[in-house]
């Protein structure tokens, strides 16, 4: 059992959970996800880590409430504790294999999308916490979805909030920000990492494009099985076939084919598109390992 040892609202959707949960925090790394079922019988939900702590043996998992499965996690109280959490699973940050040296001479920008800041905060208090300042655009629609703004200002290098109703911070999306920080005030980024909705991380790529900025993305929201066994995380990349949860969930955001992946999460919403897809895609609709295309 994974006992929840803190539980609060960011906001009326989403919901903060401290766990114990010692071997997950003891082995994973910045940009891997977790398994979690609140019950034996429940629907397993992959989560990307927001935060761990070695030490104390927990982590700290952001999720929203879309559907049966999350409903029912929201509903466990602190002192209760999840049937399940397995990992950590997927690839970590590539930020974890590179020299710390070189990381310090890069200039880096992370952009949250929603509920994306929970994994950006995971990565970017890890950099911090090397010695590697990192800059923070953070999005939503309006002031009330904005999470983690305190701790997120703690560990970033500069923080940039924006607003699509310019309710609080900058107004615009987060690829406006983006824009002005380096057409308007002379900001110049090596490297983007962008994790948030899909279509936000779409035209986040598009815009890194005309700037010249290497972009990272996240393709955790198109997870559902985590094991790659469902093929529901299916995605081209640079047009090979990949999956989020093995191969992933982190990829070259300009080799991505969004639109596939947008239109396959679509469909896989029914029994129908499912079995439609499985038709079309072969021995590829599966992950399996990730490597095997069986």
């Known amino acids: ?63 929203q409430t879309i559907g049966a499965g999350t409903l029912e996690m929201k509903e466990l109280k602190e002192g209760e504790a999840f049937h399940d959490v397995v990992g950590p699973l997927g690839q970590p940050s590539e930020f974890c294999h590179e020299e710390l040296s070189a990381l310090k001479e890069k200039h880096i920008v992370f952009i949250a999308g929603g509920l994306g800041t929970a994994p950006v905060y995971c990565q970017v208090k890890w950099l911090h916490e090397q010695g590697v300042d990192a800059d923070v655009i953070l999005g939503a629609r309006t002031k009330e979805l904005i999470i983690m703004e305190e701790e997120m200002s703690k560990v970033a290098g500069n923080l940039y909030i924006t607003t699509d109703d310019g309710s609080y911070g900058r107004t615009g999306n987060v690829t406006v920000c983006l824009e002005s920080l380096v057409k308007e005030e002379n900001k110049s980024y090596d490297v983007c990492v962008a994790i948030g909705p899909m279509i936000m991380m779409k035209f986040v790529c598009l815009m890194t494009e005309k700037l010249g900025i290497k972009t990272i993305v996240s393709m955790n929201p198109i997870m559902v099985d985590g094991t790659g066994m469902c093929g529901a995380c299916r995605l081209l990349v640079g047009g090979e076939v990949k999956f989020a949860c093995v191969d992933g969930p982190e990829f070259d955001g300009h080799l991505v084919d969004f639109d596939n992946a947008m239109k396959r999460q679509a469909q896989y919403k029914t029994a129908e598109g499912r079995a439609k897809l499985a038709f079309e895609e072969g021995n590829t609709h599966h992950g399996g390992c990730g490597h095997c295309n069986s």
């Open 1 to 63: 059992m994974y006992k929840i040892l803190e539980k609060k609202d960011l906001n009326e959707n989403t919901v903060y959970m401290l766990v114990e949960a010692p071997m997950v925090a003891r082995n994973c790394l910045p940009g891997q996800f977790v398994i979690v079922r609140s019950y034996e019988d429940s629907e397993r939900i992959p989560l990307t880590i927001c935060d761990f702590d070695r030490n104390a043996g927990t982590v700290t998992l952001v999720f």
